[in-house]
């Protein structure tokens, strides 16, 4: 690892950004932060914490543990998509489902414009599939679609912009 992390900067690399994972070790938490420390000790470039920061809360552990302030976000931002905005403003409130509800649509109809349905479908009930993980409102989305094909019902179910409302 600490040899990896040398090669990297020696061929040219200006940060570097580690998953606090191995690849054996997939998802499943917990992220080795504690690891990060000791690539940080052995480099001169800006090095970049991934895995596992989810809320601000996480942010500021994976910092004190890591040593590091630079992050980057992956599930964690996909689930809470001003997570970013929040660990900025050491917010801790989750997004609230009104803020969420134009993104959610916009990103539908953005989908239409470079996927196939099918695939539109696909990758729509994905992100529904992560925000039901923080939003009570997803999760009733969620069952609604899941099953669903039709782009045509979706657009249907999906919330009214303004209110977030559900179709
Ligand atoms: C929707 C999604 C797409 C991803 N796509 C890629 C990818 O194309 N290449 C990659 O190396 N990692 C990809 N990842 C993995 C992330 O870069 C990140 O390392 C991983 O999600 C762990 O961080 P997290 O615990 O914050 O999610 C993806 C993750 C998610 C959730």
Redesign the pocket.
């Known amino acids: 690892m600490l040899d990896n992390a040398a090669a990297i900067e020696s061929a040219g690399a200006g940060e570097l950004t580690v ?1 606090a994972r191995t690849r054996m070790q997939g ?1 499943a938490p917990p ?1 080795h932060w504690e690891e990060l420390g000791r690539i940080r000790q052995h480099i001169n470039i800006p090095l970049i914490a ?5 809320t601000v809360d996480d942010y500021h552990r994976c910092v004190a543990i890591s040593g590091t302030p630079d992050v ?7 689930r809470m998509p001003f997570l970013a905005t929040q660990i900025r403003a050491n917010q801790t409130q989750t997004d609230s489902w009104a803020r969420l509800a134009p993104l959610l649509v916009h990103f539908w109809q953005e989908l239409s414009t470079t996927l196939s349905p099918k695939d539109r479908v696909g990758r729509i009930k ?1 992100w529904i599939n ?1 925000l039901r993980q923080v939003h009570p409102e997803a999760e009733v989305l969620w069952h609604a679609i899941r099953l669903e094909k039709s782009t045509q019902i979706i657009d249907g179910l999906l919330p009214n912009p303004e209110t977030g409302v559900l179709g």
């Open positions: 998953h998802y992220a991934n895995g596992d920061i989810c980057m976000l992956g599930r964690g931002a996909v994905q992560y």
